[in-house]
């Protein structure tokens, strides 16, 4: 469940959704006719494509019609169309070039034709998301965009976009998101030798040259700039970017950050290999040293000022912000859903905060997780050792903060930041972060694989295409 850090004035239909290129965007399912009720099918039933084809061109037809069907459920030619306005829109935002319509009507149509085939699949095997745990997609939505959920669904009314739509995409998206970890994710596994493999080639890759950065811990703050500013009003947010950048290298950055930046969300991005950074900003900081602040930098967004808190030229780390937690797990299941493991857990969160029961006890007598038995703890963890809907979460805790319940693939969790360190990494400790890289690298090849095994199986009918 990753929802991006975006821009106040990035709230959209085609940035809150997870990105539409990169395939988790969800589709609005079943047939959607713009006319009258029914009139998609009496159009299907009672025109040759031909004449179909004919009225278009005369620019008759304001009807939707099937450009697909997916084993039994229907592609429509608005699907389509919304689709690849998402993706113009996406594209325009960040400078990319669009392909020819035609090729990209083609690229979105098999796109939404594997959407289907894995929603259905998914229903097939039994994944739900229930209503819990779609609140909570909309509130971290919200959270990430620095907005409430209640400027959240008015941004979406101005764009034409229902409430109950936009839960319906979201739904679907962590439908896919739970298929994809239930079927790829959790049977990655790598060895030693990958790990090992890897460092090989990335010295051979690199050379070992200062100017090659296989892996980036950022910190951010975005001086967000509106769509359609004036020069006045973008000179005014590029001084603020650059007091900012001042202040950042004088003192705190953390600080700075929570001064300046319209991302409220921790401005500590953690280590990443570099391609999961934007280009522009690993661009920026190539020639930087490590504790140097650069920027600010330009992007459609706005204004960037950039902390180069570690890199690495093998994707090892040798300083990292470590988080000591512990938590309490709840595992759904038929007798007991999200909402309800959620009320549950908020109970006991109470009882907590009222002094009337500390967290360890609770999480002894609770806790299904194998961490129970030591009153919920979890040790030290670095970047990436938790799942990104836990981490995302623990991030914006304070030091002896408990967080709301909180929805994972494991269940429904509270959780407690005990304490936060920044710490030199071992040789091991380097070793299982490499092992986090090299899983992911495996991860995206082997969901490739799956998706092609799925798309096989599946029956696909393409009619007319779309327009």
Known sequence: MRFSALPRHAVSASVLCLSALAGMGASAQGLRASGAPGMSRALEQTQTPELRREAAAQGLRSADYIVAVVNSEPVTNNEVRARMARVEDSLAKEGGQRPPQAQLAREVLERLILEKAQIQYAKEIGIKVDDYAVDQGMEAVARNNSISKAQLLRELKKEGIAEAKFRDELRNQMTLQRLREREVDNRVKVSEQDIDRYLREQRSKTGQTDATVAALNLGHILVAVPEGAS?????????????????????????????????????ILGLRPADRYPE????????????????????????????????????????????????????????????????????????ILQGN??????????????SAAQGGDLGWAGPGRYVPEFEQVLERLQPGEISPPVVSRFGVHLIQLVERRQAALSQREQREMLRDVVKAQKTEKDYDTWLQELRGRTYVEYREPPQ
């Open 280 to 351: 522009l900003f690993v661009q920026s900081v190539r020639s930087a040293a490590v504790g140097s602040v650069v920027g600010p930098v330009r992007s459609p967004a706005g204004f960037h000022v950039l902390k180069v808190i570690d890199k690495s030229s093998d994707g090892v780390p040798m300083v990292v912000a470590q988080n000591h937690a512990r938590h309490i797990l709840l595992r759904t299941s038929a007798q007991m859903n999200e909402r309800e493991a959620a009320e549950r857990l908020a109970e006991l969160r109470n009882r």
């Open 357 to 370: 029961a500390s967290f360890e006890a609770l999480a002894r007598q609770y806790s299904q997780d194998g």
């Open 231 to 267: 020069e006045a009003q973008v000179a005014q947010l590029k001084a603020r970017a650059e007091e900012a950048a001042q202040a950042a290298r004088s003192g705190d950055f953390e600080a700075a950050a929570q001064r300046f930046s319209d991302v409220k969300t921790t401005p």
